[in-house]
């Protein structure tokens, strides 16, 4: 069997830590149940990022539907800081104690994925980005970290569950594998564009047996027009200076007319990679860095019991609202009591905190995965 749980037992909330079920049975014993508000939030991000992008909302949509709960929440793809609260649930607390493990779990991880994709998407500029790390990860989320990937501002994704998950075409080259079975890298890739759908981009993978310079210029002359691009993934201990590589081999196709093949590199690419490479690279094929991001650390504090405002040591009592100036962006935290703010900018703010669920029913359409991707490019024109 697969170490896994399953959607019912998540929902039944078995996956939770032991001390939230020895809780739920001291409160019926005790015959408390009171009514709380807890609000969801991080105190800071890994590896010195100064913004983060909200993702995992769907599927804590999906934990808490039917509950007799108030869900309300940042849109999923908001960027966000520090200190600034992305969830609020409003219900008694036997109701959902044993879900917040769970509810955790999904905007954790898949909010580290988004942010890590989101950091790619913002070095390569306008060059496809493409995530090939689900195999890094367990398979049985590679869908949810695809998802991330892609609602962070990857172009396309690699497993075809995933892609069919999203409502993508799936993306892809070749493997090693095929070349080193066929025997050689142009009679691989003349095989690749005599069997596989025209619709499906030609790029051979050139760094198999030989120098990465002669092979593509092998393959270029092998393919002519049709060859779309060829993608770089020399393996590390012969990279020397990669770029130097690529500029070699950019050279080499241009003067001999084969400026319309495009160079494709993978293989430890993450932001400074990019950073480094991007005069030369047409596109990029990201796997580690972003499906092993670091987790954004959340946590869920009750803020409010019985409408009063309490809270533990460190954490700020009460309900709050989340605003944000659509011009310069400044982003303010205030007590539930505002209404309406106004940037120093002289800007009207905007609440970002909106109302998911209400008595337990959905009250907003969820958006696609295209969507929330458009709204993440969008707001990463102002951040750095």
Known sequence: MFHIANEKDIK???????????????????????????????????????????AGAEECVELFKGRPINFNGLREGTVFHPYEPVLEIEGNYQDFVLLETALLGFICQASGIATAAARCRKVAGEKPVISFGARRMHPA?????????????????????????????????????????????????????????????????????????????????????????IRLDTPYSRRGNFLKIIEEVRWELNIRGFQHVKIFASGNIDPQAIQNLNQSIDAYGVGTY????????????????????????????????????????????????????????????????????????????????????KYVLQQLLHYH
């Open 12 to 54: 039944a909330g078995k996956v939770t830590d032991v001390y939230f079920l020895r809780t739920l049975e001291i409160l019926k014993a005790q015959g408390i149940n009171r009514r709380v508000v807890a609000e969801v939030g991080t105190k800071g991000f890994p590896e010195g990022w100064e913004w983060g992008v909200f």
């Open 141 to 229: 989320i590679a869908p949810m970290i695809e998802r991330s990937a892609f609602i962070g501002g990857c172009d396309g994704v690699a497993v075809v569950k995933s892609a069919e998950f999203i409502g993508e075409e799936p993306s892809g080259t070749m493997p090693h594998a095929l070349i080193l079975i066929m025997g050689d890298t142009v009679k691989a890739t003349k095989a690749f564009n005599e069997v596989i759908s025209e619709r499906v981009p030609r790029v051979s993978l050139i760094d198999t047996f030989h120098d990465e310079k002669f092979a593509a210029l092998e393959v270029a002359e092998a393919l002519g027009e049709n060859l779309f691009a």
């Open 290 to 373: 972003i499906s092993n991001a670091p987790v954004i650390d959340f946590s869920m504090d009750i803020v409010e019991i019985e409408g009063v405002p309490l809270a533990k040591r460190g954490k700020l009592s009460g309900r709050k609202r989340l605003f944000r100036c659509p011009s310069c962006y400044t982003a303010r935290v205030l007590p539930r009591t505002n209404s309406d703010e106004v940037c120093d900018c002289g800007t009207s703010m905007d609440f970002l905190t909106i109302p998911i669920i209400k008595d337990g029913k959905v009250v907003i359409d969820l958006p696609t995965p295209q969507k929330i991707r």
